[in-house]
T-cell receptor, first 112, second 114 residues
Framework: KAGVTQTPRYLIKTRGQQVTLSCSPI?????VSWYQQTPGQGLQFLFE???????NKGNFPGRFSGRQFSNSRSEMNVSTLELGDSALYLC???????????FGPGTRLTVL | AQSVTQLDSQVPVFEEAPVELRCNYS??????LFWYVQYPNQGLQLLLK??????LVESINGFEAEFNKSQTSFHLRKPSVHISDTAEYFC????????????FGDGTTLTVKP
């Protein structure tokens, strides 16, 4: 099976702009989660989608949003970008709770 | 609520030496435990997991981890490391009813020197 894919791999934006990141999970995986990774804060959970419904949400402001489509592909959107949003955004998919999560390579977002 | 503490941020070792990366966790519910590895400019890869049963779990590349319920620990060990094991290692927990939300430790950078 193909792994988790994320596009684009790199993005450079300026403050105030908005950005959309895309994630395609492993075939058959209905759970898709998003994490933000920064040197200072480590890995922080953003949200999880399961069968097109947001099942969990982390402690991020409303500028961060997401959605999931019927084919399980997911997008996350960040509006009104701030310098502190610069990070590696990781998408992960899973099938069963005990399988663990399978991560994509990430999208590195730089906000100038 | 769940939390994970990785007790060492950096662990330097020489090639062929043994290594232990320490992880403690806290949770009010039953959890699954995981170790992930991240190589530079890549996503995380699942290394091994503990769900139930035998407290010692092994990976295909020689790592093992032991679940200790009384000490709420899940330390990762390898008897002999290679240069290629240089990476960042993350310990994580998730509840057994919620696969999609994992809590990660801050990571341990393992540096294997020749």
């Amino acid at each position: 099976k193909a792994g988790v894919t994320q596009t684009p791999r790199y993005l450079i934006k300026t403050r105030g702009q908005q950005v959309t990141l895309s994630c395609s999970p492993i075939s058959g995986h209905r759970s898709v989660s998003w994490y933000q990774q920064t040197p200072g804060q480590g890995l922080q959970f953003l949200f999880e989608y399961f069968s097109e419904t947001q099942r969990n949400k982390g402690n991020f402001p409303g500028r961060f949003s997401g959605r999931q489509f019927s084919n399980s592909r997911s997008e996350m959107n960040v509006s009104t970008l701030e310098l502190g949003d610069s990070a590696l955004y990781l998408c992960a998919s899973s099938f069963l709770a005990g399988d663990g999560q399978f991560f994509g390579p990430g999208t590195r977002l730089t906000v100038l | 609520a769940q939390s994970v503490t990785q007790l060492d941020s950096q662990v330097p070792v020489f090639e062929e030496a043994p290594v232990e990366l320490r992880c403690n966790y806290s949770s009010s519910v039953s959890v699954y435990l995981f170790w992930y590895v991240q190589y530079p400019n890549q996503g995380l890869q699942l290394l091994l997991k503990y769900l139930s049963g035998s407290t010692l779990v092994e990976s295909i590349n020689g790592f093992e981890a032991e679940f200790n319920k009384s000490q709420t620990s899940f330390h990762l060990r390898k008897p002999s490391v290679h240069i290629s094991d240089t990476a960042e290692y993350f310990c994580a927990v998730s509840s057994n009813t919620n696969a999609g939300k994992s809590t990660f430790g801050d990571g341990t950078t393992l540096t294997v020197k020749p």
